[in-house]
């Protein structure tokens, strides 16, 4: 029973362009929200985060929306760079339990 | 610059061996996870400890899996006997104390196929 859900398994996009990764959850107790990234041969490194207080936070090209009332948040790249190829893992908790992790999205920017 | 280490980085060995996996987490951290990551689960909890105590392993199937720490530079995680199914790419992470989740650290993972 995933409580974190990322239902597309990869994404494509052409460099310059918007990335947008979505995550659904089920658990209406979690009350902070994480992306972390990956590079293939290293381990998840942070990325973004959310506090459920909050409906959007950003930091430079990356964008976190949180959408409460649909237990949806989602991940805007703009605009997507090469570099930003990667797997992206969205997570989330409750007060102190460790994290939960989605199966995670892979994303290529097309050059 | 601090990391957490992980050794081996693959691993390859037969049905039924035993397998022990190591990490050393980032000095002064007293948080420490251990993650498998698949491709139909994506990253599971198996463990965690703080202060070298086990707070959950709920995550670990318990006949054949085991975690501990036997000192605050030491966490280790054992596979005895190992199975295909448990091939995966293990995680360890590790956090300072009183860390916010985001300051949770990967270390980059060990590769283990259980032929």
């Known amino acids: 029973d995933q409580q974190v859900k990322q239902n597309s398994p990869s994404l494509s996009v052409q460099e310059g362009r918007i990335s947008i990764l979505n995550c659904d959850y089920t658990?209406?107790?979690?009350?902070?929200f994480l992306w972390y990234k990956k590079y293939p041969a290293e381990g998840p490194t942070f990325l973004i985060s959310?506090?459920?207080?909050?409906d959007k936070n950003e930091d430079g090209r990356f964008t976190v929306f949180l959408n409460k009332s649909a237990k949806h948040l989602s991940l805007h790249i703009v605009p997507s760079q090469p570099g930003d190829s990667a797997v992206y893992f969205c997570?989330?908790?409750?007060?102190?339990?460790?994290?939960?992790f989605g199966k995670g999205t892979r994303l290529s920017v097309i050059a | 610059d601090a990391r957490v280490t992980q050794t081996p980085r693959h691993k390859v060995t037969e049905m039924g061996q035993e397998v022990t996996m190591r990490c050393q987490p980032i000095?002064?951290?007293?948080?420490v996870f251990w993650y498998r990551q698949t491709m139909m689960q994506g990253l599971e909890l198996l463990a965690y400890?703080?202060?070298?105590?086990?707070?959950?392993d709920s995550g670990m199937p318990k006949d054949r899996f085991s975690a501990e720490m036997p000192d605050a530079t030491l966490a280790t995680l054992k596979i005895q006997p190992s199975e295909p199914r448990d091939s995966a790419v293990y995680f360890c992470?590790?956090?300072?104390?009183?860390?916010?989740?985001?300051?949770?650290?990967f270390g980059p993972g060990t590769r283990l196929t259980v032929l």
């Open positions: 992470a590790s956090g300072p104390p009183g860390s916010r989740p985001d300051e949770q650290f």
């Open positions: 658990n209406s107790m979690f009350d902070y």
């Open positions: 000095l002064g951290h007293n948080t």
């Open positions: 400890f703080r202060n070298r105590a086990p707070l959950d």
């Open positions: 997570a989330a908790r409750t007060g102190n339990t460790p994290l939960v």
């Open positions: 959310i506090s459920s207080i909050k």
